[in-house]
């Protein structure tokens, strides 16, 4: 079991901030001492709090995410964090392309490697349910694999 997780998105106020959030409630469910955190490899969010939608699927879930910040990934984080955890294919090339060893894809913990969707693109709040069950099982089965 790794010490550290950080999963990476495209902007960090959709996908990541819900697997941050999601994978702290079940590390604490769990027993598990791990640090755990989120961030984007653009930097256009910067500073502002998940998206609308990402707060609210959390919110029915029975999670609170609405206190964390969107923040680039940096090089400290590859050489900080045991495992970093790309929500896509095209966040797994970047990441891997700053020089990470150390980086999985999350739709591999339990849906074939496929890419988790940016609900942000999705038309309502529907695509944001989808995502949010997506990730859920990914990370149950991350936690439990590692």
């Not at 902007?11 to 990541?16: D, Q, T």
């Not at 930097?43 to 910040?69: F, M, N, T, Y």
């Not at 038309?123 to 944001?128: A, L, N, S, W």
Request: aromatic share 8%; net charge negative.
């Amino acid at each position: 079991m790794p010490h550290s997780l950080l999963f990476v998105c495209l902007g960090n106020i959709c996908r990541s901030p819900l697997a941050e959030g999601i994978a702290k409630k079940m590390a604490v469910e769990k027993g598990l001492a791990i640090r755990i955190d989120s961030c984007g490899t653009g930097s256009w969010h910067v500073g502002e709090p998940p998206c609308d939608d990402s707060i609210r699927v959390a919110k029915a879930h029975h999670l609170d995410i609405s206190k964390q910040r969107a923040r680039q990934i940096t090089a400290q984080d590859i050489e900080t964090f045991e495992l970093i955890v790309a929500l896509d294919e095209n966040n797994l090339r970047d990441i891997k392309a700053m020089g990470a060893t150390n980086v999985v894809k999350l739709g591999s913990y339990g849906y074939d490697n496929a890419d988790v969707p940016d609900p942000y693109f999705f038309p309502g709040y529907e695509g944001f349910d989808k995502v949010y069950a997506m990730i859920e099982v990914c990370v149950a089965n991350l936690l439990d694999k590692q």
